[in-house]
């Protein structure tokens, strides 16, 4: 069974920064995109950042853009979200997720769609003074 | 960006009951939508793909269906696990969305 185990979280200030980590096991990681998806205390799923194969295609929420940035590491079969000038609003349990594709279309006009078939149980990250 | 509406935003239920639950896109997302069940403390769970294709493992009882942008799922004979948070989630090449959520509860 896949088993996606998220790390890093814990208690940051203001500005401060953070990096998750999430290690997936009994998975050929590299074949899979990732995602990272938060829940705010009270409030319901966002998505917030996915990373394809190779790591060269990222993509991100609006309210994360520019101050996250997410990246993996194909031989440690981890991906990470490193977390910069922090907001209250950000404070959420981060969720990673691995990502299967519905492919529709024809060579060379492919569309890709995700869903998240496999989720860690996610790491508390709290911002606050 | 793609906004994602579900109703209700709650509702009660009784053991054994038929419940639909609702979700609309803001434009067309052809039937490329997921649904969801998240229970508090533990990983959401994939139930539905592609509008109405079951993931493996997740009892027939629950089933989706729609196209474009309203989609609906539907969980029949009603048990007591089936307690927790639906939604419902768009996702193509470049972002994806979740929707607000429906809390299920049973009578």
């Known amino acids: 069974e896949v088993q996606l185990l998220e790390s890093g979280g814990g208690l940051v200030q203001p500005g401060g920064s953070l990096r998750l980590s999430c290690t997936a096991s009994?998975?050929?990681?590299?074949?899979?995109?990732m995602a990272w998806v938060r829940q705010a205390p009270g409030k319901g799923l966002e998505w917030v950042s996915s990373?394809?194969?190779?790591?060269?295609?990222?993509y991100y929420a609006d309210s994360v853009k520019g101050r996250f940035t997410i990246s993996r590491d194909n031989s440690k079969n981890t991906m990470y979200l490193q977390m910069s000038s922090l907001r209250a609003e950000d404070t959420a349990v981060y969720y990673c997720a691995k990502e299967r594709a519905t492919i529709s279309g024809v060579v060379p006009n492919l569309h890709y769609y995700y869903y998240m078939d496999v989720w860690g149980k996610g790491t508390t990250v709290t911002v606050s003074s | 960006d793609i906004q994602m509406t579900q109703s209700p935003s709650a509702l009660s239920a009784s053991v054994g009951d038929t419940v639909t639950i609702t979700c609309r896109a803001s434009?067309?997302?052809?039937?490329?939508l997921a649904w969801y069940q998240h229970t508090p403390g533990q990983a959401p769970k994939l139930l539905i793909y592609?509008?109405?294709s079951l993931e493996s493992g997740v009892p027939s009882r629950f089933s989706g269906s729609g196209s474009g942008t309203e989609f609906t799922l539907t969980i029949s004979s009603l048990q007591p696990d089936d307690v927790g948070t639906y939604y419902c989630?768009?996702?193509?090449?470049?972002?994806?969305?979740f929707g607000g959520g429906t809390k299920l509860e049973i009578k």
């Open positions: 009994r998975i050929t990681f590299s074949t899979y995109a």
């Open positions: 592609d509008a109405s």
């Open positions: 990373v394809r194969l190779r790591g060269d295609s990222t």
């Open positions: 434009q067309s997302i052809s039937s490329w």
């Open positions: 989630q768009q996702s193509n090449s470049y972002s994806s969305t």
